[in-house]
């Protein structure tokens, strides 16, 4: 009974911002490390980016690092994905994920998810 209910995209114009948000359920967020992934149609699913429960630990992938930030609120189970300088390349739904191991860090391969959300459209274009 995992909910993960992204929201927050949108359509936006290249350079430009958005910040995502994975409101959580069912599961003990606040000791779950928690990865964001994004699937564009032409592409496979791929990671994003993953803080561990305590978001004292962040790994991010190149092709987004220093563009997006990973934020967590454990009193609230939510996570978080501001996004600055969104590129076309950017255009994907965008899913948080539970792990389905806590040895795995940073969760950057497939074998390491057990679910994600329906999750939430980025389109950047001009």
């Known amino acids: 009974q995992v909910q993960l209910v992204e929201s927050g995209g949108g359509e936006v114009p290249p350079g430009g911002s958005l910040t995502l948000s994975c409101t959580t359920s069912?599961?003990?967020?606040?000791?779950?490390?928690m990865p964001w992934l994004r699937h564009h149609p032409r592409r496979r699913i791929g990671w994003l980016s993953s803080?561990?429960?305590?978001?004292?630990?962040?790994a991010y992938a190149d092709s987004v690092k220093g563009r997006f930030t990973i934020t967590r609120d454990n009193a609230n189970g939510a996570l978080s994905l501001p996004m600055t300088d969104l590129r076309p390349d950017d255009t994907a739904v965008y899913h948080c994920?539970?792990?389905?191991?806590?040895?795995?860090?940073?969760?950057?391969?497939?074998?390491?998810?057990?679910?994600w959300g329906q999750g939430t459209q980025v389109t950047v274009s001009s």
């Open positions: 069912g599961l003990t967020f606040s000791t779950t490390p």
């Open positions: 803080n561990s429960s305590a978001g004292d630990d962040v």
């Open positions: 994920a539970e792990p389905n191991t806590r040895i795995a860090w940073p969760y950057s391969r497939e074998c390491t998810w057990a679910f």
